[in-house]
């Protein structure tokens, strides 16, 4: 669920108390990603959650590997110095866990190895005694595969071996890990509630949970992974009738071309991306979610396309008043449909395509709906509807108009996508309406509510995703300048005004899918502030590794 409008007292939500959830794991097992996309969700429900990394903490104080004593990581007797160095970096985690306790938090993740049995019982007891309810989560993994991805992808890059040989790095964290499997004690204890989450993500075991929220985080634990993937964010083609909510108008001709030039450009980024990082295109497929309106699903139609020869099927449900003809390279020969019940209908792209494709309609994702605001400019809906009006600039976010959808009943509506998105393991691209996607964004790149109506998605860019083990890195890019980026921007002849051209100009007769409301005195926030803001966000974590 989402983030509630309510606030208590105390600051801690769903009667559930304060939590400290011990990680536990040998290294290069997924306890960071694991801890990461925990403090994600947990965030998007409300709840104040922060992430302690022991080895965070220890890079930031002490510096590399390199310029720790050189029995700081092997088994045996410790140099005096070693065993004070550990105590300061131990001491010092459990002051910042205590600090924000103290703060108002409600929960800490303790991102560390805690390996040794002793002493995850002396800091649950410690903390147990304090009020704080203790969970155990115990990340264990016997594929080889996922252990030498994530120490390849994660480990290596950090500051430890910084200027080091990819292969060297390597050998020397199998080291590591080979000592610490010595030492390693498993999870066997029932004192307190416990979490196992195995090859993270392919089993899971529960012990003693109890509670609202603390069976929040068990559901989410079990639908996340690490696989590496791409998410890509695209609003779907300009509609025959752009400003009407109720009209669920086809494209129109310049929303073809678009989705024509779109399929043309994600092939062409991904297979790009996929062969930087080592993949072939060809041996992965792309998955894409659409809502179930005209304009969205038949966006998605040319990355279905076989051949550029192929009639319009007869079972298309088209509305006559609202159809266009499609370019015959953007009909495909299969289509996708929901039933009476509005279940998903998968179909795929087969032969005579070289392209890995499932397109699949989501209910969920139809865009939010105006009320009585449909079709209405801001200055009509502050004309015609002025106390509405003035209650919505207090609170874009949790102001619904008479007969609409606020942003936090769509980000409430979003939830099972949300975690499907956590659970998808392909390449995925969503076409979607820009404040389906606004909420989205916020949600993978940590962006509070408040902020959520500012983000003004373009018609014509792209927005590419990879989340990382420290959360997420993203980029946008600019493909389409045609009619319907930021509104019809065309002459009577049909020709783009030279004025307009390049210029950001919004369609105001579609009120919610264009416009974006200042809500804090900040600049607007565009998809290109959301690429920088994630590398940002990702560059911090990687400075606090240093």
């Known amino acids: 669920m989402a983030a509630p409008l309510y606030t208590t007292a105390s600051g801690l939500l769903f009667h559930a108390g304060k939590i400290l959830i011990l990680t536990v794991g040998l290294p290069a097992r997924g306890k960071t990603h694991i801890s990461r996309a925990l403090e994600r969700y947990l965030r998007w429900m409300g709840v104040k959650t922060q992430v302690v990394s022991l080895g965070d903490y220890r890079r930031k104080t002490l510096g590399g590997a390199k310029k720790l004593p050189p029995d700081y990581f092997t088994l045996g007797e410790k140099s005096p110095e070693t065993m004070a160095l550990r105590k300061m970096v131990s001491d010092g985690c459990e002051k910042l866990i205590e600090d924000f306790f103290g703060a108002g938090g409600q929960v800490v993740i303790y991102d560390a190895n805690n390996g040794s049995r002793t002493m995850r019982q002396s800091l649950a007891e410690k ?9 155990i ?18 480990k290596i890059s950090s500051p430890d071996y910084r200027g080091w040989d990819p292969d060297r790095a390597v050998e020397d964290y199998y080291g590591r890990i080979r000592d610490r499997e010595k030492s390693y004690e498993t999870v066997e204890e029932t004192t307190w509630p416990f979490i196992r989450i195995i090859n993270v993500g392919e089993k899971i075991m529960v012990n003693n949970i109890r509670g609202y929220l603390q069976s929040r985080i068990v559901f989410f634990l079990m639908n996340i992974h690490n696989r590496p993937r791409m998410i890509y964010f695209a609003r779907s083609g300009q509609s025959l009738i752009e400003h009407s909510y109720k009209a669920d108008s086809d494209l129109s001709p310049a929303g073809w071309e678009y989705s024509e030039r779109l399929k043309e450009f994600v092939v062409e980024r991904r297979a790009k991306s996929l062969e930087q990082n080592g993949f072939d295109p060809n041996d992965r497929r792309l998955v894409i979610w659409t809502s179930t309106r005209r304009r969205a699903h038949h966006t998605a139609w040319p990355f279905l396309t076989p051949t550029p020869s192929i009639s319009i ?12 003809v499609p370019p015959q390279s953007a009909v ?24 890995k494709v499932k397109v699949i309609e989501k209910t969920q994702m139809c865009e939010i709906n105006p009320g009585v605001w449909d079709g209405l400019t801001p200055d009509q809906a502050k004309k015609f509807y002025p106390e509405e009006w003035a209650r919505f600039v207090k609170d874009p976010y949790a102001f619904r108009a008479p007969r609409a959808e606020s942003y936090h009943d769509l980000s409430v509506r979003l939830e099972p996508i949300l975690i499907e998105l956590e659970r998808e393991k392909e390449d995925l691209l969503i076409i979607g309406h820009s404040s389906v996607i606004r909420c989205l964004l916020a949600y993978l790149i940590g962006l509070p509510a408040s902020e959520i109506p500012a983000i003004e998605i373009a018609r014509g860019d792209l927005l590419e995703v990879v989340p990382t083990s420290y959360g997420v890195h993203s980029q946008a890019f600019h493909f389409w300048d045609g009619p319907g980026r930021r509104g019809e921007g065309v002459d009577g002849d049909g020709d783009l005004e030279e004025e307009e051209l390049g210029k950001s ?20 926030m565009t998809a290109i502030d959301i690429g920088f803001l994630s590398t940002g966000m990702r560059e911090d974590s990687e400075g606090a590794l240093a």
């Open 127 to 135: 903390y147990d005694k304090q009020g704080i309810h203790v969970i």
């Open 137 to 154: 989560l115990e990340s264990v993994c016997d594929n080889k595969e996922i252990i030498e991805t994530n120490i390849r992808n994660v």
């Open 313 to 324: 099927p007869q079972q298309l449900p088209l509305v006559a008043s609202h159809l266009t």
């Open 505 to 524: 100009r919004r369609d105001e007769t579609n009120f919610y899918e264009n416009y974006a409301e200042d809500t804090k005195g900040k600049k607007r």
């Open 332 to 355: 495909a020969r299969n289509v996708i449909t929901t039933d009476e019940a509005g279940e998903v209908t998968e179909k795929k792209a087969t032969t005579g395509s070289s392209l």
